[in-house]
C-alpha cells in the first residue's frame, strides 16, 4: 500500500493536527498555541541542540549564554578546553548569575545576593549563611545545576534529557557526512541573524526542498550543474564553462559567501581548460579539475581541506546536510554556510546563518562578534536569503485563511517535510528512543528531493 494510502497513525497527537496522510499536512501545526506549547513541554526538553560555535569561548574560562524557550544555559570553557553547560539560575531564588558572554576568572556571582559557584557550578558562599535553615543548604542542592553536553564538529552541543542517548547516534548519518568534510576545521567569518514572522518549522520547511528554487531564485536555475543539451545540440565547452561560474558566483554574491570568493577566483583560473568533447566525459572533467584545483590552493595556504574528489567518489560531496530539529549545514568546495533555527513563539523564529570557511593554521579569526538580530525585510540581507525571507510571512498569514486546510506536498520532492513533521509526532508522542533513532537517521541527512519514507511509527 502507498504511504499516502496509509490510515491515520495511531500517535497520540490532537486529532485536528495529526498527519491523516503523509502527504498532507495540517495547517495548525504551525500557529496552534497547544500544539506548539506540546513541542515545548515534550520535545525541545529531548533533544541535542547546537548551544554554540566553539571559537565563541576560545579560551579557558570564557562563556556564553544559550537561550532557548525559557531555558538559559552557561556555556562554559574549562582549563583543560573541555566544555561544561550548567543551568543559568542561582540556586537561592531563580536569578540569572551571567547574561550574554565574557570571561570568569575564578567563577560566578549572583547579582541580586552575592551567592557564589566554582567554575565546577559548585556552590562557594552563602552570605549570612547562618539565617538559612539547613534543609535549604544541603551541599547538593545548591549547586547550579548541570547539563548534558557533548562536543561535536565544533560546536557544544546540549540535551536537557539524561536518559537521550549520546550526540553522535541521535544525529548520525549528519556527523559521519560532515566529518569527512573535515567541519571542526571551519570558522566563522561572518554571523547574522533573523527574526522570523513565522512557526519554526514553517521557517526550516522553506530550505529543505529545491521544488522553490527556480521560481523564488532565478538566478540559480543556471545551466551547468545539471547540463543537459537539445536534441541536435553540439555541446559546447566554453558555454559549459561560462555557465558554471556564473552559478558559483550567483552563490557566492547571493549568499554571501556560501561558496568563497577565493574558489570562485580559482574557478576563473581554470576558464581556458580544454575540455573534451563528450557532454558528460567534459562535466567530469571539468568537476575533477575545479575539485583539485580548490583542494590545492587551500592546502598550499595551510588550511585543512579534505580531499573533495574523494568525497564525490564516496557519494558524500553534499551541499547540504539537515540535523534535527534544528541545525543545517551546507557545505561547498572550501566552505560552508551553516543555519539555527530556534521558536520563540507559536508564529515567530529566531534564524541564524554563519558564514564558515577555512584559515591557514595560525591566522583563525578571534571570538565571531554576536550578531544584530534584522528584520526579515532589513535590505542588508543577500539576495537568496531575502527572497527566501519575502516568502515566508506570506505564507505564515495565508496559513489562517479559512478556505485552507492543509498542505499538499509532493512524495518525492517535499517528502522531507512529511518526513521531518511525523519525526516530531513521534517525540510528542513519547516514543522510547529505540524508535526514534531509526527515524532520525532517516531525516538527519541531505534532504533534497527526498520522497516520502516509511519513518517506523
Known sequence: MALV???RSALPVPYAMELEFPDRVRKERYFDPDFYQMEVELLWPRVWQMACRLEEIPAPRDFVEYEFLDQSIVMLRTDDMGVRALQNACRHRGVRVVKGRGTCESGFTCP??????????????????????EHNLEPEDINLVPV???????????????????????IEPFATVLDAWTVESL???????????????LAEEAFVEMYHVVQTHPQLAIPGMRFSLRDGEAFDPRAFIDAEIRYLRAMSDGMAGMVHANDVRV???????????DPTLAISTWNRALNDAVMSWHRA??????????????????SFLS??????????YSSAASYRFRPLGPEETLMEIWSLTRFPEG???????????????????????????????????????????????????EGHISNFERTVDGFLAGLPYEQLLPALQKINVYPFDKPILDVGF
Open 5 to 7: 494510502d496509509q490510515e
Open 112 to 133: 541580586f545576593h552575592g551567592w557564589c559557584y566554582g567554575l565546577d557550578g559548585k556552590n562557594t558562599a552563602v552570605p549570612r549563611r547562618r539565617g538559612f535553615s
Open 148 to 170: 548534558r553536553c557533548e562536543v561535536w564538529g565544533g560546536c557544544a552541543w546540549i540535551n536537557l534529557d539524561d536518559d537521550a542517548p549520546p550526540l553522535r547516534q541521535c
Open 187 to 201: 570558522r566563522t567569518e561572518w554571523w547574522y541573524a533573523c527574526r522570523l514572522p513565522v512557526n519554526w518549522k
Open 267 to 277: 574557478a576563473e583560473g581554470l576558464r581556458d581548460m580544454e575540455l573534451p568533447a
Open 301 to 318: 595556504a595551510g588550511a585543512d581541506m579534505p580531499d573533495l574528489n574523494d568525497l564525490d567518489a564516496r557519494g558524500i560531496n553534499l
Open 323 to 332: 540535523c534535527f530539529p534544528h541545525s543545517f549545514v551546507l557545505p561547498m
Open 363 to 413: 591566522q583563525e579569526p578571534g571570538k565571531p562578534t554576536p550578531p544584530e538580530v534584522w528584520e526579515c525585510d532589513d535590505p542588508r540581507w543577500p539576495p537568496i536569503p531575502a527572497q527566501d525571507f519575502s516568502n515566508l510571512p506570506r505564507q505564515q498569514k495565508g496559513l489562517h485563511a479559512k478556505g485552507f486546510e492543509y498542505m499538499r506536498l509532493n512524495e518525492q520532492l
